[in-house]
């Protein structure tokens, strides 16, 4: 409880868009007509307009469209405003992240506020899985406002190290941590805002598989360095600087298949962190061929546990059809946390055939790894974290409900970096946006300071939300709504009950 | 083992522009000349690039594009926007999706997988092969350095009768040749469209590819001559019933298709007997009475069924299933029967993207036919202006064989591979295993509902 008590959160700042122009769902044409009488400033009440040296601008991407209660295309003295729907909103995006989602994680990390409500920021649109589920929310009386009123915020902590061993006893103070992504698929600066953010979080994020560079040893005890099947960065003393390690054993987007870093990507800085060599290809093979089994699994966390005595050991695997099997099996081979990264989870690249057919949504798996390890007795003994499509604060909810203790985040933190989701992280100099990449000039694209805010926004943005939610819910803390399935609804198989 | 397949793929570029998702729309009116414009900054360089196609009036811009938006968000005056291109949304229908038909452009043009950053974009599920997954092995996998290293998973197939038992004779020999059966090294064979502007060219550079693969193409009798001479080996021709008695099989071919009809028997025979070495197929179409058919072809002896559905992948009957579960329930009804092993399964019609291949294998097929991925190889947009009579806008007639067929190996190369991607995490080895091996893939219908079928219940409760 201390602890708890002791920690402070990060504060908010607006930070806008680091482009000109931010894209909104709608655009406000301006005709020469207009005579500059500052009728739209005064009443546009999200502050579209403003008055620069005697002319009007237009934050287009501030607009809400026809929920405005004061639309100035109306009040204009010469009707020199139309109110348009935006032809770029719409190029983006897809049905993962569809425009609305992209819009709404921008809104976030600029204001650290949920969105208004022209945007659909709770689902988006795969018309399945979370995009089917709803939170069920007991009735409120009308005029009853105590639920929402309650003093204490609920507690959003989540205890990792569940085994009662002598690891470290480690408390991350919102249910989310940074999934891995390395240094060679993101920039540094991606690598060290996701880092930053989440060390003020009261949290952590995960190296990835591509070395532990040294700019990130201030926030060491907020990092989690990944062991995967090519071992690249992975050294003793990268190991025991840490508090977490992460085995990963394959990865949700593309699982059973290995890694691929190109040669072009492979500059003098990857090639140094992954001690490999300048244009060359690297390989990440799958799986580790030093694990072959539950017990040979068993030696890999030993080895870590010799190195690292007091760390706590993440296992991350993908979501075969025999998930619930792995689970129980990383447990009894002494992890403290079992990753499942589902099959609609990020990645810098991947064959399309196997990011869209190879293993379960995170959906299936995660209700049937937590009924498992419950009938084994040992659901409280482990950590169980999921990942693989979680958008939003509200796929949060639904994941932990389907139960999970907390999440691992990846492509939203790069949608709070203004990410659109085009899909060419691993093309030419890598990402145009200068996220993922490593091209020197692309990576100027983005300042630390300008990252770290963003993220921090966004997942404050994502903690009020999941508050709200939890109150909303009558709980107390984020704990009670472990493997709640009660409390929500999938519209397919929707009924009203017989009594 | 024999030695390792590989395709050979060089890139054989469109003749055309594609049509692409998005198009770019700058205006020139109200640019104020910044002395950095965003358009040289452009990380793709696609401006530097910049030039009319006259004949397809398209700006080469909008097809190396590559959507990151930087001109439009960076423009001081917002004259640069992006927007969907309707001609791109109205490519095929519904079933052969712009997706789809851009995603085989992409691999007949180079022969590579298609490869994307970011995670999966599209639908949670959907109808048909959408509705199902293929497994993933966590720890065990058969290749040890990637999936074209030294250890290598086969994607060979039989086609053909297998025997239940050998007889022998009095002398102890064989009582008959028992050797029926033609291995191909890919579960693919190629099969002529029901559609499109094919003329010998086309035939030849098909005909070239299903060589020069190793594996078959399916082709209506009176379009055999069309083929290159040496080719009958290379070739199912698909008789018709009329003419199977007088229809004359060229001599090296290996196998020959007739349609189902009640009469068959007597056909199949009368073939068989004039070409003793010859195996027959025949193809059934997928109605109601698919299982009852393949099971009494099966019963008499064919050596091969060809299961055919409509082209986009659903009963020919207008009914409301598709091929996938066609396929399960023949499958399963041949196993019940004890007779699975000892004939040979196919598939066609709508089989329209690599995993489709996987999926049909899984669900019970040994091989597939494809047909309209051909043609979309050799840029066909499925506008069907070609079944009106009208010209082929991307004039598929004046194609050279030597491109059609480098077109379609291209294609047929990326297909192989993502076939070995999903084999190697499923851990399986030969694709003579895959077979009917449902449990290296999840259903749907059967996750779906037992994961949130007891989610349901809403009573007194507000949803959000």
Redesign the interface.
């Known amino acids: 409880m201390s602890s708890r008590n002791a920690f402070k959160l990060p504060e908010a700042v607006r930070t806008k868009s680091r482009f000109r122009n931010a894209i909104g769902k709608y655009r406000l044409n301006r005709t020469g007509d207009c005579i500059a009488c500052g009728k739209c400033v005064e009443i546009c009440p999200y502050g579209v307009h403003v008055m620069r040296r005697g002319r009007l601008v237009a934050n287009h991407h501030l607009c809400v469209g026809a929920d405005c209660p004061e639309p100035c295309h109306a009040a204009c003295p010469v009707q020199a405003l139309t109110l348009r729907r935006n032809p770029d909103f719409d190029a983006m995006g897809d049905f993962r992240w569809t425009p609305d989602l992209l819009a709404s994680t921008w809104h976030m990390a600029e204001f650290s506020e949920m969105p208004p409500n022209h945007l659909e920021y709770k689902i988006g649109g795969s018309a399945g899985g979370f995009d089917k589920l709803r939170i069920k929310f007991p009735p409120v009386k009308k005029g009853d406002k105590s639920l929402l009123e309650a003093d204490d915020d609920p507690d959003m902590g989540v205890e990792l190290n569940r085994r009662g061993d002598n690891a470290h006893k480690i408390r991350i103070e919102v249910p989310f941590y940074g999934g891995g992504m390395s240094y060679g698929s993101v920039s540094i600066t991606t690598m060290l805002s996701r880092i930053k953010a989440a060390a003020t979080l009261g949290t952590f994020c995960c190296t990835g598989e591509g070395g532990y560079p040294d700019e990130l040893k201030p926030y060491d005890d907020h990092v989690i360095t990944q062991v995967a099947t090519g071992l690249f960065g992975v050294r003793e003393e990268t190991i025991q600087r840490v508090k977490i390690v992460e085995f990963k054993y394959a990865q949700g987007a593309k699982p059973g298949l290995g890694g691929h870093l190109l040669g072009d990507k492979v500059t003098p800085g990857v090639a140094r962190m992954r001690e490999a060599v300048v244009g060359y290809p690297l390989f990440s093979p799958f799986p580790f061929h030093s694990v072959y089994s539950v017990e040979d699994h068993k030696k890999h966390v030993d080895w870590i546990k010799a190195m690292n005595p007091k760390a706590l050991v993440s296992v991350k695997v993908s979501t075969p059809t025999d998930v619930d099997m792995v689970a129980v099996g990383s447990y009894y081979a002494g992890a403290h946390i079992i990753h499942l990264d589902g099959s609609y989870g990020g990645t810098g690249a991947a064959p399309d055939i196997a990011k869209k057919n190879i293993a379960m949504p995170i959906e299936y798996a995660l209700p049937k790894v937590h009924r498992f390890l419950e009938e084994e007795g040992v659901r409280d003994k482990i950590t169980v974290i999921a990942s693989g499509g979680v958008r939003t604060p509200h796929d949060v909810a639904k994941t932990i409900a389907l139960g999970a203790d907390g999440v691992c985040t990846g492509t939203a933190d790069l949608v709070a970096l203004e990410c659109i989701r085009c899909h060419n992280c691993e093309s030419g100099r890598g990402c145009a946006r200068g996220i993922a990449t490593t091209d020197p000039e692309l990576i100027k694209l983005m300042d630390l300071d300008w990252g770290t805010q963003r993220v921090i926004n966004m997942f404050l943005a994502w903690r009020k939300e999941l508050i709200r939610i939890l109150k909303r819910l009558g709980m107390k803390s984020l704990k009670e709504l472990v493997g709640r399935t009660d409390c929500l609804v999938h519209l397919d198989y929707m009924r009203k009950s017989r009594f | 083992m024999p030695s390792k397949y590989s395709i050979h793929t060089h890139t054989a570029p469109h003749r055309f522009k594609t049509v692409t998702?998005?198009g770019i729309?700058a205006w020139e009116e109200g640019c104020i000349k910044c002395a950095v414009c965003v358009k040289t900054r452009c990380?793709?360089g696609v401006y530097d690039n910049r030039n009319l196609d006259p004949l397809q009036m398209i700006d080469s811009i909008d097809n190396e594009c590559?959507?990151?938006?930087?001109c439009?968000?960076?423009?001081?005056k917002?004259l640069i926007?992006?927007?969907?291109n309707p001609e791109y949304q109205a490519l095929g229908d519904p079933y052969w999706s712009p997706d789809i038909i851009s995603?085989l452009w992409y691999q007949a043009e180079t022969g590579r997988?298609?490869?994307?950053?970011?995670?999966?974009?599209?639908?949670?599920?959907g109808p048909g092969f959408d509705s199902m997954?293929?497994?993933?092995?966590?720890?065990?996998?058969p290749t040890?350095?990637?999936?074209h290293g030294r250890e290598y998973i086969s994607t060979a197939i039989d086609l053909g009768r297998t025997a239940r038992h050998i007889s022998l004779n009095d002398e102890g020999m064989l009582e008959r040749d028992y050797s029926q059966i033609y291995d191909i090294p890919l579960p693919i064979i190629l099969k002529m469209p029901a559609f499109g502007v094919i003329n010998g060219d086309i035939i030849k550079g098909w005909v070239m590819a299903a060589k020069r693969l190793g594996t078959l193409m399916a082709l209506p009798q009176e379009m055999i001559n069309s083929a290159p001479d040496d080719s009958d080996p290379w070739l199912i021709p698909m008789i018709s019933p009329e003419e199977s008695r007088t229809y004359a099989i060229p001599e090296e071919t290996r196998i020959a298709e007739v349609p189902w009809s009640e009469e068959r028997a007597g056909v199949i025979e009368g073939i068989e007997r004039a070409y003793s070495s010859l195996l027959i197929s025949v193809r059934i179409p997928m109605d109601e009475k698919v299982e009852e058919k393949a099971l009494s072809l099966a019963r008499n002896g064919v050596s091969i069924i060809h299961l055919e559905a409509a082209e986009n992948g659903l009963f020919m009957d207008e009914g409301k299933q598709y091929l996938k579960d066609g396929i399960r329930s023949v499958h399963l009804k041949l196993v019940e029967a004890g007779i699975r092993d000892e004939i040979t399964l196919l598939a066609s019609g709508g089989i329209a993207?690599?995993?489709h291949v996987?999926?049909a294998i899984i669900c019970g097929v040994d091989a597939v036919l494809i047909d309209f991925p051909i043609l979309i190889a050799l840029e066909c947009r499925m506008c069907r202006r070609c079944t009106k009579g009208l010209e082929c806008p991307v004039e598929i007639d004046r194609a050279s064989p030597s491109w059609v067929a480098s077109r379609v190996a291209n294609l047929v190369g990326a297909w192989h591979n993502?076939l070995l991607?999903?084999m190697?995490?499923?851990?399986i080895r030969d694709a003579r295993r895959l077979r009917g091996e449902v449990?290296r893939a999840?259903f749907f219908e059967e996750?779906?509902?037992a994961?949130?079928?007891?989610?349901?219940?809403?009573?007194?409760?507000?949803?959000?």
């Open positions: 998702k998005s729309i990380v793709y590559m959507n990151c938006l930087r439009v968000q960076g423009c001081p917002e926007h992006k927007s969907l995603k997988i298609p490869v994307s950053g970011a995670g999966y974009p599209g639908p949670f599920s997954w293929t497994d993933m092995s966590e720890i065990v996998r040890r350095d990637g999936i993207m690599a995993e996987a999926k993502q991607e999903v190697g995490a499923m851990g449990g999840m996750l779906d509902r994961t949130f079928g007891s989610m349901g219940e809403v009573e007194d409760c507000e949803l959000e």
